[in-house]
């Protein structure tokens, strides 16, 4: 589990499939209200609060974005406007609104344009020719979509050699990043740098 202080009164938390395994859960398992659920949010609001000293009680909103193959990415925002109804809530009271989304893009992060010449090689071997790279914060971003008749996890193994899951939207790098190649990175990779 990997948290993010978006600003004052918002937080990022990445969970992999991993997470959700050491807990007992599958991906499909958090859209159900469940004991497991809950505990899990529990567990997640507690590491805010003692690694990034944000409490959530009171009014929250929740946005829940599955990655396809990689996790979640759990969005976590306090609502100040209330504050002057936090005195009516008891320290243990959250009131969630939850929204839920799933993304299917494959989305992974590396740290040297090196590293995806690399994965390139390892994806055409396996017949993938697309793919978008992008360019933010001093990291590479490489964007997968169509997968054909391959496994997601087949590919996601291929891509955790060589980078680790994004916890970065699609939306996020369209906005923000730089496009470095549309479309055929793979194909165009292995044909400059092969």
């Known amino acids: 589990m ?3 202080r978006l600003n004052y009164n ?10 959700l395994t050491d807990r007992g859960l599958t991906k499909e398992d958090l859209w159900k209200d469940s004991f497991k659920v809950h505990q899990l949010f529990k567990d997640m609001m507690n590491e805010a609060n003692t690694e990034l000293g944000f409490e959530a009680n009171g009014p929250i909103a929740v946005e829940v974005y599955s990655l396809q193959a990689q996790g ?14 936090d005195d009516e809530y008891d320290d243990d009271y959250i009131e969630m609104q939850v929204k839920l989304d799933e993304s299917p893009d494959i989305i992974y992060q590396f740290h040297s344009f090196e590293d995806i010449i690399q994965l390139a090689g390892s994806l055409h071997r396996i017949g993938i020719t697309g793919g978008t790279v992008y360019h933010y914060e001093n990291q590479y971003y490489v964007s997968l979509e169509d997968l054909g008749s391959r496994s997601a996890e087949g590919v996601v193994a291929v891509l955790a050699e060589y980078g680790h899951p994004a916890t970065i939207t699609i939306y996020r790098l369209h906005e923000y ?4 190649m549309d479309g055929n990175a ?9």
């Open 72 to 85: 979640m990415v759990v969005i976590v925002t306090k609502n100040h406007d209330a504050d002057a109804e």
């Open 186 to 194: 793979v194909e165009t990779i292995q044909k400059h740098f092969s």
């Open 177 to 180: 990043g730089k496009l470095i």
């Open 2 to 4: 990997r948290l993010e």
């Open 10 to 19: 918002k937080i990022k938390i990445f969970l992999t499939l991993d997470d």
